[in-house]
């Protein structure tokens, strides 16, 4: 069940809801796509360094946030050792394009 706060966050999600920036479409396979911006700083994970490359997705003008809250329970320990491997790693990204 969604707590008041993860409502307050999916409201806020839709209120900015726009269409993704060009960057937030994958790899254009099409040449007029490429011409006119689409996938434009965009990074396909694979060929990053870490398999991973730590993109924001979020519309612009919405704070990333998260949504699940893994327990230390049964595989959800497992699920949340690796979300806070890929934060540590997402911050490490940026703090590096900086």
Same mark, same amino acid.
């Given at each position: 069940?969604? *707590?008041?706060?993860?409502?307050?966050?999916?409201?806020? @999600?839709?209120?900015?809801?726009?269409? @993704? &920036?060009?960057?937030? /479409? *994958?790899?254009?396979? /099409?040449? #007029?796509?490429?011409?006119?911006?689409? !996938? %434009?700083? +965009?990074? +396909?994970? /694979?060929?990053?360094?870490?398999?991973? *490359?730590? $993109?924001?997705?979020? &519309?612009? !003008? =919405?704070? &990333?946030?998260?949504?699940? /809250? &893994? =327990?230390?329970? !049964?595989?959800?320990?497992? @699920?949340?050792?690796? #979300?806070?491997?890929?934060? %540590? @790693?997402?911050?490490?990204? $940026? *703090?590096?394009?900086?």
């Amino acid at each position: 069940m969604l *707590s008041i706060q993860h409502l307050k966050k999916l409201k806020t @999600l839709i209120f900015y809801f726009k269409p @993704l &920036p060009s960057k937030n /479409h *994958s790899k254009c396979t /099409h040449r #007029i796509m490429k011409e006119i911006g689409y !996938g %434009k700083g +965009y990074a +396909y994970d /694979h060929d990053t360094e870490h398999g991973f *490359s730590g $993109q924001n997705y979020f &519309p612009d !003008g =919405v704070e &990333p946030s998260s949504f699940y /809250h &893994p =327990v230390e329970r !049964g595989f959800e320990r497992e @699920l949340k050792k690796r #979300i806070e491997y890929f934060s %540590k @790693l997402r911050k490490k990204i $940026q *703090s590096e394009e900086e």
